[in-house]
């Protein structure tokens, strides 16, 4: 009878990989089949080095999806001859994390071998979860290889980080994608090889394109377009752009509002604002628009960018962008988007200065060292009764009393008298000026 068992579980085990996604079917097996990430895995990268010599240590890998993070681990683990442990962390609990780490000191204790022990999805572990981590990592029980798509000196415990080597995996260019798809329709066991396809480059280069990086999604779009493609006479299947176009959804946006994403895109939207790059700041505006971004978020921005960046080149920048967030919170969306581009491209068109945010910085600064002072006597208080016996307010000179509404005295304390914190030397204009 367990000998039956086994042998339905043989057969059940090799229908699932039948039934799997193309994607999960193409998953490299070795290092040398591994397409792009370069950067980390080509010839004399530490990586590579690592895995090579079988001197690994915990790894954390952080990138976009369908870089190839769970396929890599799987891939370290085959080259090491080590045993291969995974937990989604969004669906697995310290309950499972506590089992599988059980076994695999079990494991060490019996065969020698460290366990390597994938979680997916790392960052979705809490702090306490993570915590449950450090021992068996210490004790080298297991060799963690986190992933996750979020910056994980954000998102993961510094006593987790400190004891991991983290390496950022970067979105496939479409040459390498196309790669992918090729060699899943040459490929006759795992692939798409069985069934006779013609797919057009411009299929090939659509599907691609719009994958945005993500190799599995560019995978299961090529399986749904030749499996939903029905064989002409010849029994040919033939998938060209039409087919592509249907067969692949436009790709959610990678874009997480508290997440690593969120930082980059919103770090670019200021810096292009910043640099007088009106369409770069209403792409990277778009694009917060369209992933839920909060739009007063967006107007917030504004309001210090015309201060900070535009400032005393042109102070009516500050007018314009609080304008902005006041009738974006009277109008709403979606026609608030339209508000937001007319701020959006004043202040990227306005020439820039940012000499009145160096002045209180530098103000703040001194304030902070100590250099403070005694207000000079002649600018303190001299209204209440007994102040003028104590020489407040003498030697003041009234400024309106004077042509031109201004006299030569001093403000500053003494131990300050000279410095200089608003300096329109300081200005730095932008040559187009505003609104050309």
């Known amino acids: 009878m367990p000998e039956q068992v086994d042998l339905f579980a043989q057969a059940n085990a090799e229908t699932r990989k039948k039934m799997a996604p193309l994607a999960a079917r193409m998953r490299p097996r070795r290092l040398e089949d591994i397409i792009g990430q370069d950067h980390i895995l080509g ?125 950022g995996l970067e979105a496939l260019d479409e040459a390498s994608i196309i790669q992918l798809m090729k060699r899943a329709l040459a490929d006759r066991d795992r692939g798409l090889g069985a069934f006779d396809t013609q797919v057009s480059d411009e299929a090939l280069a659509h599907l691609a394109h719009y994958a945005q990086g993500d190799a599995r999604t560019a995978l299961n779009g090529l399986e749904l377009a030749v499996l939903s493609s029905p064989a002409d006479d010849q029994g040919i299947r033939h998938v060209d752009l039409a087919v592509a176009e249907e067969s692949i959804q436009r790709p959610a946006v990678v874009y997480d509002n508290t997440g690593d994403e969120h930082y980059d895109i919103i770090s670019a939207f200021i810096k292009s604002v910043r640099g007088s790059d009106a369409q770069a700041a209403i792409y990277y505006m778009a694009r917060m628009l369209d992933a839920g971004e909060d739009p007063l978020f967006i107007a917030r921005r504004l309001v210090i960018l015309s201060c900070e960046d535009v400032g005393m080149a042109d102070p009516q920048a500050l007018v314009i962008a609080q304008s902005a967030a006041d009738a974006l919170q009277f109008i709403g969306m979606p026609e608030g988007r339209i508000i937001l581009s007319q701020a959006c491209v004043y202040l990227c068109e306005a020439p820039k200065s940012n000499a009145a945010y160096l002045a209180i910085d530098k103000a703040l600064a001194d304030v902070r060292k100590g250099r403070t002072g005694p207000v000079p006597p002649h600018l303190r208080d001299a209204h209440y009764k007994g102040a003028k016996d104590l020489g407040h307010g003498k030697g003041y000179r009234y400024p309106h009393d004077y042509p031109g509404h201004y006299v030569d005295q001093d403000y500053l304390p003494d131990n300050l008298r000279g410095t200089i914190y608003y300096s329109p030397d300081d200005t730095v204009t932008n040559q187009k000026g505003p609104r050309q």
Not at 106 to 127: C, P, V
């Open 43 to 167: 010839p004399g990268k530490l990586l590579r080095r690592a895995i090579e010599t079988d001197r690994l240590s915990s790894l954390i890998f952080w990138g976009p999806p369908g870089t190839g993070k769970t396929t890599l681990a799987q891939v370290i683990a085959r080259v090491s001859d080590r045993p291969f442990a995974q937990l989604n962390a969004v669906t697995d609990g310290i309950a499972d994390l506590r089992k599988l780490i059980h076994a695999a000191e079990s494991d060490l204790n019996t065969y020698g071998k460290q366990t390597i022990l994938f979680i997916d999805e790392i960052h979705r572990f809490n702090k306490a979860q993570q915590d449950g981590l450090l021992p068996a990592v210490e004790k080298g029980i297991v060799i963690l290889i986190g992933a996750t798509t979020q910056n994980p000196y954000f998102s993961l415990n510094p006593a987790l980080l400190s004891r991991s080597m983290i390496f």
